[in-house]
T-cell receptor, first 115, second 112 residues
Framework: ETGVTQTPRHLVMGMTNKKSLKCEQH?????MYWYKQSAKKPLELMFV???????ENNSVPSRFSPECPNSSHLFLHLHTLQPEDSALYLC??????????????FGPGTRLTVL | DAKTTQPNSMESNEEEPVHLPCNHS???????IHWYRQLPSQGPEYVIH???SNVNNRMASLAIAEDRKSSTLILHRATLRDAAVYYC?????????????FGPGTSLSVIP
């Protein structure tokens, strides 16, 4: 039990659809993250939130829009995606946003397929 | 940016120790060495991290070379559940998050 849940676990959407991915952490952590993992590629950091404030946006296209309404919830809103956006989207949280020492706890991911 | 290199894949027999190497020859004095692993169909899982001294926890041990240009993750007794991709990453205090780079990692197979 990682304490980080993601819904849905699988999502298929068309390029004109709008959908949202949800992440919830029950660990009392202060930082939350979105990562993208494409097939046979390393994890890519997309967004970082610390105490509900966005602290990093890794040059992600605007068709991905994050939202962090409180320290336990993180959303990734998707619109007009491209087939190359198909990937595993992972959410993580950590108690301390210091990149040198924080330990991240990952959710199981949402497998996204864009048709 | 300091980067790491790891073998693409390794094999181990069940119940034997496994030594997973990582080279980080451009490491700076403030870089921490972190290890994560990713089991099939799951998100990555934190394993261990250290700065200069060797570290032990319930999952593994981390041996850091004296010059810090390499490190080794040690699984003392491999089980089938340890089959995963192991990532060695460097994290520098005070830098922004986009300096955190996951490489391709080492895919560990455990043979029964």
């Amino acid at each position: 039990e990682t304490g980080v849940t993601q819904t849905p676990r699988h999502l298929v959407m068309g390029m004109t659809n709008k959908k949202s991915l949800k992440c919830e952490q029950h660990l009392g952590h202060n930082a939350m993250y979105w990562y993208k993992q494409s097939a046979k590629k390393p994890l890519e950091l997309m967004f970082v939130y610390s105490l509900e404030e966005r602290v990093e946006n890794n040059s992600v296209p605007s068709r991905f829009s994050p939202e962090c309404p409180n320290s336990s919830h993180l959303f990734l809103h998707l619109h007009t995606l491209q087939p190359e956006d198909s990937a595993l989207y992972l959410c993580a949280s950590s108690p301390d946003p210091d990149p040198s020492t924080d330990t991240q706890y990952f959710g199981p991911g949402t497998r996204l397929t864009v048709l | 940016d300091a980067k790491t290199t790891q073998p693409n894949s390794m094999e181990s027999n069940e119940e034997e120790p496994v030594h997973l190497p990582c080279n980080h020859s451009t490491i700076s004095g403030t870089d921490y060495i972190h290890w994560y692993r990713q089991l099939p169909s799951q998100g990555p899982e934190y394993v261990i991290h250290g700065l200069t001294s060797n570290v032990n926890n319930r999952m593994a041990s981390l041996a850091i070379a004296e010059d810090r240009k390499s490190s080794t993750l040690i699984l003392h007794r491999a089980t089938l559940r340890d089959a995963a991709v192991y990532y060695c990453i460097l994290r520098e205090r005070g830098t922004s998050y986009d300096k955190v780079i996951f490489g391709p990692g080492t895919s560990l197979s455990v043979i029964p």
